[in-house]
């Protein structure tokens, strides 16, 4: 008796054999069997239960050559020719007396200002009006800093200004990367050389003042290795380096303020960190906890308070993740579902918070995000629409390789996809890993507003082989979401 086999969309995976990708559970009855992931799915969606939908595309609105950007819904930057600009209502606009700046540029919201910096400028936006942290030209070793003091700021009546502590132990801030604003205070990484060599050190400023830093108190680790992220967490800090990601569990240099305890550091993952793939996650997402993701060598993570962290790629996917190119990302919701989009070394990833599943975009290539909008060479894009531009979305989704549990040759008659689409789709056939029949379309009418239908597609009458994979694909960008796919073979007596 032919028994179907029905095929669920969990994610794709692309390290392992086609043939053991989502294999069923073999201790269930055949009947009950299913498998559960895909060998590929591009330009799609997976959301919480495991239904693929084709992505959302883009649309330009400003015209641009964007660097850098970021965006918190109140305050939009870009960079654009090294000056800042505000994108406002599909436009972007000169921010009038802006400094000039590398295409690097890091930013961070610090209560009603922006913090911004590169490599040799730091200063804020307030009130659309940007301010330089004028930085002393005075090299400070960070082995000797009680002597800088001293000579700095002499003591008793000789002092050039107060000797308190307000005064006596206050520098201008000095430019960073990896900007983050955490319980009161602005974190950033700075690389330090000395005669004995170099080394990257998280910095903090004052509490409540971005323009200033306590030479007492700003200094919160180091590390031997490139600093590339910094993000807090309802507890402490996650810094990740090329090395390995830390948490720094705590809240703040201790002694900097009344109350505050300090920091305790500990090593949590020896993979670096993509600098640029680091993003909150909504505390919605993550049951009222701040929540941090990020691409590292082995794939994309969520970090949790108290340095716990999830392995979302599982050794699922191959992510070629390079250390030494920077990434944009972005946490988005997409309908009902979380997702985390991660754009770095020419390849697109995006991945459900929840489940963990993971698709690929193409031609999606964006250097920052910000709010709803990308930003690239071109300009700024709403992450939103039918088309990539003028371009139509090709997505496709391909299962395992699958014998049905069954060792014995195999026919089978027809295919079924549970499926909403405005458009047509298309099944791609290959029996015993060998193409056996493209563009064969799946039958039914096709009307937006008809709902979710069963749609048939009939396979090829000679077809007989043991193992069967099957490709769907989407006919001139057709928006569709796909539930299951089921299969009925009929086995024959044979094996071989």
């Known amino acids: 008796m032919a028994t179907t086999t029905v095929f669920t969309f969990g994610g794709m995976d692309d390290k392992h054999d086609p043939a053991s990708v989502g294999t069923p559970d073999s201790s269930l009855r055949v009947q009950d069997r299913a498998y559960t992931g895909c060998t590929e799915i591009v330009n799609g969606d997976v959301d919480d239960d495991d239904n693929i939908s084709r992505r959302s595309g883009y649309s330009l609105l400003a015209a641009g050559n964007v660097t850098s950007a970021w965006g918190d819904g109140v305050d939009n930057l870009c960079v654009v020719g090294g000056a800042l600009y505000r994108y406002s209502q599909g436009a972007l606009n000169l921010i009038g007396n802006s400094p000039n700046l590398t295409d690097r540029v890091d930013f961070a919201r610090v209560n009603d200002i922006v913090a911004f910096s590169d490599p040799y400028t730091i200063g804020y936006l307030k009130d659309s009006v940007p301010y330089v942290v004028n930085v002393p ?14 000579l700095t700021y002499p003591a008793g009546a000789d002092a050039p200004e107060s000797n308190l502590e307000i005064d ?4 201008a801030t000095s430019p960073g990367r990896c900007l983050e604003f955490f319980n009161g205070a602005l974190y950033m990484a700075r690389e330090i050389a000395n005669p004995t060599g170099t080394a990257w050190f998280v910095f903090c400023t004052k509490t409540f003042n971005m323009a200033r830093e306590d ?14 992220m910094i993000r807090g967490a309802d507890d ?9 990601v830390y948490f720094l ?7 900097s303020a009344p109350g505050v305890r300090g920091f305790v550091q500990r090593k949590i993952l020896p993979f670096g960190v993509v600098r640029g793939s680091d993003v909150a996650v909504p505390k919605t997402e993550q049951k ?3 929540a941090v993701a990020w691409l590292s060598e082995n794939g994309v993570y969520l970090g949790f308070p108290g340095g716990q962290y999830l392995d979302l790629t599982a050794d699922r996917v191959n992510i070629l993740a390079d250390l030494s190119l920077t990434a944009a990302a972005l946490v988005r919701q997409v309908g009902a579902s979380w997702q985390y989009l991660v754009c770095h070394n020419g390849q697109t990833i995006a991945v459900n918070l929840k489940t963990g599943a993971h698709s690929r975009y193409t031609n999606y290539q964006f250097v920052a995000f910000f709010d709803q909008y990308g930003a690239n060479s071109s300009g700024v894009s709403v992450l939103a629409g039918g088309l990539d531009g003028t371009a139509v979305i090709d997505a496709s989704f391909t299962t395992p390789v699958a014998d049905f549990g069954l060792p014995q040759l195999k026919t089978c008659s027809d295919a079924y996809l549970h499926a909403r689409t405005d458009g047509d789709l298309t099944l791609d056939l290959y029996v015993d890993e060998t193409e056996v029949a493209t563009d064969l379309s799946f039958r039914a009418p096709y009307h937006p507003d008809a709902g979710l239908r069963r749609l048939r597609v009939k396979l090829p009458r000679g077809a007989r082989g043991t193992n069967w994979q099957f490709k769907i694909r989407n006919v001139d960008g ?9 299969v009925t073979p009929a086995a024959s007596a044979r094996s071989i």
Do not use: P
């Open 168 to 171: 006596a132990f206050s520098i």
């Open 215 to 228: 030479v007492r108190f700003n200094v919160v680790a180091g590390f031997k290795d490139e600093v590339t």
């Open 288 to 290: 009222g906890k701040d």
């Open 137 to 150: 030209a005075q090299d400070v070793d960070l082995l000797d800093l009680e002597t800088w003091v001293k």
């Open 236 to 244: 402490g800090i996650y810094v990740g380096t090329t090395g390995g």
């Open 478 to 486: 057709c928006r569709f979401t796909a539930l299951s796919l089921k």
């Open 249 to 255: 569990s705590g809240d703040g240099i201790k002694g």
